[in-house]
């Protein structure tokens, strides 16, 4: 059985991959409409995966013999500057999201709780590719400014993605 407190944390770790999901498709929505299906696409691609990481902790929950309790999704925001602005918000909700995996892999080992931790270690894994990911997409736009052409090529590379 799962902890009171280690339940808590977790539901509230749903929400935060939620809101990824939320954020990421309204980001996806934002590319589309600046006319970039690439980086739309993406952005979609990576909505799919927070909702995986979402079930993946409400289907732990529920093994372990607790309740997932699913709360209100915030509203996320809707317009950014640039494509460059976009990938360093998102950059810096993986950063967030680090953050907050970090803190449950420490009530996890507090609360001597091996099996959580055991699926957090998967967590922690997954959020250092996701950074990597965000920052390298920055990079590369930071290299792309004021280059519509190369903007373009890499809004095509960007839809590749599946």
């Not at 749903?14 to 929505?29: D, F, K, P, T, V």
């Not at 589309?32 to 739309?40: D, V």
């Not at 990911?133 to 990079?139: F, H, L, W, Y």
Request: aromatic share 8%; net charge negative; with cysteine.
């Amino acid at each position: 059985m799962i902890s009171e407190k280690m339940e808590k944390a977790l539901n509230e770790q749903i929400n935060e991959e939620l809101y990824s999901a939320y954020l990421y498709l309204a980001m996806s929505a934002w590319f589309e409409s600046q006319n970039l299906p690439g980086f739309a696409a993406w952005m979609k691609v990576q909505m799919r995966e927070e909702n995986v990481h979402a079930l993946k902790l409400f289907d732990f929950i529920h093994e372990r013999r607790g309740r997932a309790v699913l709360k209100a999704i915030k509203e996320p925001g809707k317009d950014w500057k640039s494509p460059l602005a976009a990938f360093e918000a998102a950059l810096e909700h993986e950063q967030h999201i680090t953050g907050c995996i970090n803190k449950l892999m420490n009530l996890a080992v507090a609360e001597k709780d091996h099996a959580t931790a055991g699926l957090l270690q998967w967590f922690v894994k997954e959020q250092v590719e996701e950074e990597a990911s965000a920052d390298r997409i920055v990079q590369m736009l930071k290299m792309a400014a004021n280059a519509p052409g190369a903007l373009l090529m890499l809004d095509h590379a960007m839809g590749e993605r599946k």
